[in-house]
C-alpha cells in the first residue's frame, strides 16, 4: 500500500491563527483527498486536492477556510485558517491511484488531531 | 446522506465470526461495495470490496446479496484487535470520487 506521512500529527493552536497541514506519499498517486473528522463522529469529505489547478470543495467547506495545495502528484498541503474551537478535529489525508496498487483502493494516511483553544 | 445503513454497535466475543451487516436498498448496477474500518485514533483501512460476487481475501469475507440491496462483512476469528468502527460504502468507481463514510458500525470484541 501507499505510504502516507501527515505533519503535524497533533498541534494546539490559539484561536484566530492558521495551521497548514502537509501530506506527503511514497509514491505518486493520482487522486489526493482531504478529510474532516470531528470529535466522535465519521469522516467528513472537504474536498480533492487536484495538481496544478484550484481544489474542488464539497458543499459547506470553501477555499478561504481551507485552502489547499498540490504542487505535484506526492505532496498536498491543507491549510486550517482563522481557527476557532469548533475546528478542533482530526485532519485526514487520503490518496487513491497509488502505482501498483488497483485503480479504486483509498488509503488513508495517519491523520493529524488539531485542538483550537 | 449516506447511501447505507449499519447498526450503530454489535458485540462479539473472541474467536468467534464476526458477521456485520449492511443495507444499501438504493444501490446503483455500477456502484461497489466497499469496507473499510478505523481503529481508535488511527486512518481508515481497507478491508475489501465488490461488486455482486463474494470475495474473500486474508482479512474477511464479503457476502452480497443476489439482488445487491445488503451485504455481510465476515471476520472469521475476531481477535482483540479487531475492535474498531467498521464503514460500509457504496460507491461508483470513476476517477475523482472519493468515499463517502457513514457512521458505521462499532465492533467490540471481548475475551
Known amino acids: 500500500s501507499a505510504v502516507i506521512s501527515q505533519k503535524p500529527s497533533r498541534d494546539i493552536c490559539q484561536r484566530g491563527t492558521s495551521l497548514t497541514i502537509q501530506c506527503q506519499v511514497d509514491s505518486q498517486v493520482t487522486m489526493m483527498f482531504w478529510y474532516r473528522q470531528q470529535p466522535g463522529q465519521s469522516l467528513t469529505l472537504i474536498a480533492t486536492?487536484?495538481?496544478?489547478?484550484?481544489?474542488?470543495?464539497e458543499s459547506g467547506f470553501v477555499i478561504d477556510k481551507f485552502p489547499i495545495s498540490r504542487p505535484n502528484l506526492t505532496f498536498s498541503t491543507l491549510t486550517v485558517s482563522n481557527m476557532s474551537p469548533e475546528d478542533s478535529s482530526i485532519y485526514l489525508c487520503?490518496?487513491?491511484?497509488?502505482?501498483?496498487?488497483?485503480?479504486?483502493?483509498?488509503?488513508f494516511g495517519p491523520g493529524t488531531r488539531l485542538t483550537v483553544l | 446522506d449516506a447511501k447505507t445503513t449499519q447498526p450503530p454497535s454489535m458485540d462479539c466475543a473472541e474467536g468467534r465470526a464476526a458477521n456485520l451487516p449492511c443495507n444499501h436498498s438504493?444501490?446503483?448496477?455500477?456502484?461497489?461495495v466497499y469496507w473499510y474500518r478505523q481503529i481508535h485514533s488511527q486512518g481508515p483501512q481497507y478491508i475489501i470490496h465488490g461488486l455482486k460476487n463474494n470475495e474473500t481475501n486474508e482479512m474477511a469475507s464479503l457476502i452480497i446479496t443476489e439482488d445487491r440491496k445488503s451485504s455481510t462483512l465476515i471476520l472469521p476469528h475476531a481477535t482483540l484487535r479487531d475492535t474498531a468502527v467498521y464503514y460500509c460504502?457504496?460507491?461508483?468507481?470513476?476517477?475523482?470520487?472519493?468515499?463517502?463514510f457513514g457512521k458505521g458500525t462499532t465492533l467490540s470484541v471481548s475475551s
Open positions: 438504493t444501490i446503483s448496477g455500477n456502484e461497489y
Open positions: 460504502i457504496v460507491r461508483v468507481v470513476s476517477a475523482g470520487t472519493a468515499l463517502i
Open positions: 487520503s490518496v487513491e491511484g497509488a502505482r501498483g496498487r488497483p485503480y479504486n483502493e483509498q488509503f
Open positions: 486536492a487536484n495538481q496544478g489547478s484550484e481544489a474542488t470543495y
